[in-house]
């Protein structure tokens, strides 16, 4: 079996170039959201790539803090949160890890598949499109913080919302350095325009596609064929000019069009420019879209100092909010605007109070529990401790065992050996009551007890004998012994006395 070769398919980061770019979680909230808004967050996440998690699966049971808790440690900064209601479909932008969360209405919204099937000529965007953030362009919001200043006056504080939307959209989006930035990772544009009569932001996203400029579609169509011939010539002059005669009449990118249909080369240009499909009008051709490219630029024929015409080409999705609110926290801070409620002075003064009540109390409840924490870490670092301690002190009492054991070992060997054992008292004592149980056995062979003096003598022996401490023979008896024998002695004479009268009492009768 072949062995299966390994291929990378994320881009390494580097940490001196990518420092300072924002990445961000987009995430759908909620049990019934729908396929449609399911498919709206992936193509919002397709939006945001590369700096956002493309393949981010979420469980129906996670809440925002179950994500809050692992951004930290891969660097999310923004949250993007879809959701549906009765009402409609929220989303909410939110800043990682202290707020503020904006809440928008999305009005009305197209799938990225949407737009593209409803385009004459869609472009379908490649994968190294996505290699590169986007561009954002933001449209009329300055307009509307005038008009808002217009309505409340200067002194009232209307306006701040708008320069925390357009704060927020640029933080959501990589910043861009214009000396230092290469023109090829220029790929695709994120629009965003404010209409000021209904208070709405419309958000289209496009790709950036540069053309040569002044010609119609057939005469460029011939021109990046010739161009893309010349770049790709490795040999001869007549080895290239038979690879563009094979390529001639073929229908496929990048070849030469088909002229045998026509007479001269000018029917097929007037006919192509003719079309009302036709992506040129020399007439109406907008001068501020002409540029000559700065750099070299992905394409055939875009070098540097060329003079093209760059067109924007939406891919979707498409979408329509509006603001609805502004909190202070990360989804449960004070609300600072809403669109629709408005409050009174001792009403706001009121929440700000039960907003800094509950801040207290959370920052107490952290508090004790960082204080748990640290107490537990202790109690098992001593209990870890003890331990240790439990096992030296076992430690030492099994080796001070095993050396007991080897001690007595040794004098086992040693008195096997036949060495000197006079030193021991125990061995002493053991020599003596063998000596004593062999003399009791030859005096129970002989079956003879001794006289009352030889008792006597036999007592103090006995004596002696306890009290040096040797066992007494089985032949020898002690004082207390004797006292019974005689006890038993003068039981039995009186036992006998008593029977004698007896018969002598029944032979009186029997005469009688």
């Known amino acids: 079996m072949p062995k299966r070769k390994k291929r990378r398919t994320h881009v390494k980061l580097n940490p001196e170039t990518d420092t300072g770019i924002p990445k961000s979680f987009v995430i759908k909230m909620g049990r019934d959201i729908g396929p449609s808004v399911s498919q709206l967050v992936r193509d919002v996440r397709k939006v945001l790539e ?100 217009a309505e409340g006056g200067d002194k009232s504080g209307k306006g701040k919302e708008v320069d925390l939307m ?188 039960l907003h800094a009540t509950r801040a207290k109390e959370k920052a107490e409840r952290r508090r004790q529990q960082e204080e748990n924490v640290e107490r537990k870490r202790r109690a098992k670092e001593k209990s870890a401790d003890g331990e240790d301690e439990g096992e030296t002190v076992l430690g030492k009492r099994k080796k001070r065992g095993a050396a007991d054991d080897e001690e007595g070992e040794d004098s086992d060997r040693s008195s096997d050996d036949g060495s000197d054992d006079d030193d021991d008292p125990y061995a002493d004592l053991a020599r003596r009551a063998a000596l004593d149980r062999g003399s009791a056995s030859e005096d129970s062979d002989v079956g003879s007890y001794a006289s009352d003096g030889e008792d006597e003598v036999s007592d103090d022996d006995g004596d002696d004998a306890g009290a040096s401490g040797a066992p007494r023979g089985r032949g020898e008896r002690s004082k207390g012994e004797k006292e019974e024998a005689e006890d038993e002695d003068e039981d039995e004479e009186e036992w006998s006395d008593g029977d004698e009268m007896d018969e002598m009492s029944g032979d009186d009768e029997d005469d009688d």
């Open 50 to 149: 590369p700096n956002t998690a493309s393949k981010l699966k979420e469980r129906k049971s996670q809440k925002l803090k179950d994500f809050v808790a692992v951004a930290s440690q891969l660097g999310v900064t923004h949250y993007i949160i879809l959701s549906r209601t009765e009402r409609g479909v929220n989303l909410k932008v939110a800043r990682h890890p202290r707020g503020p969360t904006l809440t928008f209405r999305v009005s009305d919204y197209s799938l990225a598949r949407d737009v593209l099937a409803s385009l004459r000529r869609p472009h379908t965007p490649s994968k190294t499109e996505f290699q590169t953030g986007p561009l954002l362009v933001l449209s009329g919001f300055g307009q509307a913080k005038e008009q808002a200043q």
């Open 166 to 353: 357009v704060s927020m959209f640029q933080n959501l989006f990589p910043p861009i350095n214009v000396q230092n930035m290469k023109l090829s990772s220029a790929r695709r544009v994120v629009l965003l325009s404010y209409n000021p009569s209904d208070r709405s932001i419309d958000f289209r996203h496009y790709s950036i596609q540069v053309k040569v400029a002044g010609v119609s579609r057939a005469v460029r169509k011939v021109l990046q064929t010739a161009a893309g011939s010349v770049g790709h010539r490795g040999g001869a002059a007549g080895e290239g000019e038979g690879k563009a005669a094979v390529a001639v009449g073929r229908k496929g990118k990048g070849e030469l069009p088909d002229l045998g249909k026509y007479a001269d080369v000018s029917e097929f240009v007037l006919k192509e420019s003719s079309q009302p499909d036709s992506d040129y009008d020399s007439t109406n051709e907008d001068p501020s879209t002409v540029i000559t490219l700065p750099q070299d630029y992905l394409g055939r024929g875009n070098r540097r100092a060329s003079r093209r015409r760059v067109r924007l080409v939406e891919v979707g999705p498409r979408m329509t909010w509006r603001l609805m609110k502004v909190e202070a926290g990360l989804g449960d801070g004070e609300v600072v605007h809403h669109e629709f409620v408005k409050k009174t002075p001792a009403q706001v003064a009121e929440l700000r109070t």
